[in-house]
C-alpha cells in the first residue's frame, strides 16, 4: 500500500515539474491566454524532478524490500499476487515518469502537430501599414514556450506574421500598426511571464 502511495505522488510530482512545458500547450489548444504560470513551474522543476524520482526510488524500495517473516521457497507467500500486480503498476508508472518528466525535451514536435491548423497564410502583398518588430524574449523554459506565445501572436488581429524562436531567444513579427499597436505585442509575452526588449 505505501508503495502505491510514493508512486501516485511521483507521478503527481513528474506531471507538475513538466507544467513549464505542459501549461503553455494547454492554454494555446484551449484558445486561452497565455499566463505566467509556466515561468514559476519552470523556477521549481529542479526540485520537483528531486522529488519525483526521490518518491519513485522509495517505492521501488517497498515494492522489492524482503519481507520480515520468513517464507519457504516456492511457497504462495514467497511472490503473493499483490506484490507482482504492484511491481507491475510500478515499473508502468517508471515508464509514465520518465515520459512526462522529458516532456521539455519532445515538447516541440508535440507543439508543431497540435498547434499547425494556425500557419501563417501565404505571403501577399503588403499594405504600406505594415510593421516589424524583433523582440529579444527572456525567460522562456522549453520550445512550447515559445511556440504557446507564436500562436498566441498569430490569432491576433492585424498580425500578419510571427515567427518566435526558443534556441535564438528572440521575435520576429510582422503586423498592422493601424490594428495592433506595439505595445499589445509584448504584452503578450508579458502575460505569459516573459521579459521582452527591442532590438
Request: a positive charge.
Amino acid at each position: 500500500m505505501k508503495d502505491k502511495a510514493f508512486v501516485g505522488a511521483s507521478l503527481l510530482a513528474a506531471v507538475v515539474a513538466s507544467f513549464c512545458c505542459i501549461l503553455p500547450l494547454v492554454f494555446a489548444v484551449g484558445g486561452f491566454a497565455v499566463i505566467g504560470a509556466s515561468a514559476f513551474f519552470a523556477s521549481l522543476r529542479p526540485y520537483l524532478l528531486a522529488a519525483t524520482f526521490g518518491l519513485l526510488a522509495v517505492g521501488f524500495y517497498y515494492a522489492y524490500r524482503k519481507p520480515k517473516l520468513a517464507c519457504e521457497p516456492g511457497s504462495a507467500c514467497e511472490h503473493p499476487k499483490a506484490n507482482r500486480s504492484g511491481r507491475i503498476g510500478l515499473w508502468t508508472a517508471a515508464v509514465l515518469v520518465v515520459l512526462f518528466s522529458a516532456f521539455p525535451h519532445y515538447s516541440a514536435p508535440v507543439a508543431r502537430l497540435l498547434l499547425s491548423e494556425r500557419k501563417a497564410q501565404a505571403a501577399s502583398p503588403q499594405p504600406a501599414s505594415i510593421s516589424h518588430v524583433s523582440f529579444a524574449v527572456e525567460g522562456m523554459a522549453c520550445p512550447v514556450c515559445a511556440q504557446g506565445v507564436e500562436h498566441k501572436l498569430k490569432q491576433m488581429p492585424g498580425v500578419q506574421s510571427a515567427a518566435v524562436s526558443y534556441d535564438q531567444r528572440k521575435a520576429e513579427i510582422e503586423y498592422d500598426h493601424r490594428v495592433v499597436p506595439v505595445e499589445q505585442l509584448e504584452k503578450v509575452f508579458q502575460d505569459a511571464g516573459y521579459r521582452v526588449h527591442g532590438k
